[in-house]
Every structure is written in structure tokens, then in C-alpha cells.
């Protein structure tokens, strides 16, 4: 079994800065790709980030976060992190972290979401 518990959402202004966390708990669940997708209210769930578990794989993101999003991951702390600056309106939604996904599709196993709110 498998366990994602994100942290770290909130309400920001535009232009400011958070840092989500994901800790991961479970059999070998570091030994596997992490992503970030996110839901805003009334549409799809959307790619955002994903980091590899092979050590100096590159990541790959969603071109919406490009340059102000970044993931990283601590396997000795079971935890992946999403590091976002410059934060829009646009980037409200429901983070939530993301077992295995395969490029922008996402794995089977789901955390509960942490809410980000960027206020105008």
C-alpha cells in the first residue's frame, strides 16, 4: 500500500512564492517517477511537474509552469517537493502529488490535494 500526503497549499498574492510537499510513505514508493498535477474548479485535472527516481534524470513540466515551477525530490526523506515562484491567478487549483505517472499521465496512486489560491 501506498501513501501521498501533500502540504504546503495556501492563499498567496500574485507574484508571490510556496513550496509544496509530498511525503510518501509505502512499499518502494520513492523507487518510482513522482509528479505534480492540479484541478481548478470546473476543469480537467492537469499535468504540472514530474521528476525521475533515477538520480540526474532530467524533469519535465507542463509549459504553463516553465521557469517558475520546480520539482525536486529527497528520497532519504520519502518526500517530493514543488517549488513555485511568480505565481499567477491561473495557478488556483487543487495540487495534488502523483505515484509513477507516465510523462503527463498520471500513475494510479493519489494524495488528497492541497488547495493553492492566488489572489489578484
Known amino acids: 500500500q501506498v501513501q501521498l500526503v501533500e502540504s504546503g497549499g495556501g492563499l498567496v498574492q500574485a507574484g508571490g512564492s510556496l513550496r509544496l510537499s509530498c511525503a510518501a510513505s509505502?512499499?518502494?514508493?520513492?523507487?518510482?517517477?513522482m509528479g505534480w498535477f492540479r484541478q481548478a474548479p470546473g476543469k480537467v485535472r492537469e499535468f504540472v511537474a514530474a521528476?525521475?527516481?533515477?538520480?540526474?534524470?532530467?524533469?519535465y513540466y507542463a509549459d504553463s509552469v516553465k521557469g517558475r515551477f520546480t520539482i525536486s525530490r529527497d528520497n532519504a526523506k520519502n518526500t517530493v517537493y514543488l517549488q513555485m515562484i511568480s505565481l499567477k491567478p491561473e495557478d488556483t487549483a487543487v495540487y495534488y502529488c502523483?505515484?509513477?505517472?507516465?510523462?503527463?499521465?498520471?500513475?494510479?496512486?493519489w494524495g488528497q490535494g492541497t488547495q493553492v489560491t492566488v489572489s489578484s
Open positions: 502523483n505515484l509513477n505517472p507516465y510523462g503527463p499521465l498520471p500513475g494510479a496512486y
Open positions: 509505502g512499499r518502494t514508493s520513492m523507487s518510482y517517477d
Open positions: 521528476a525521475s527516481s533515477r538520480s540526474g534524470a532530467s524533469s
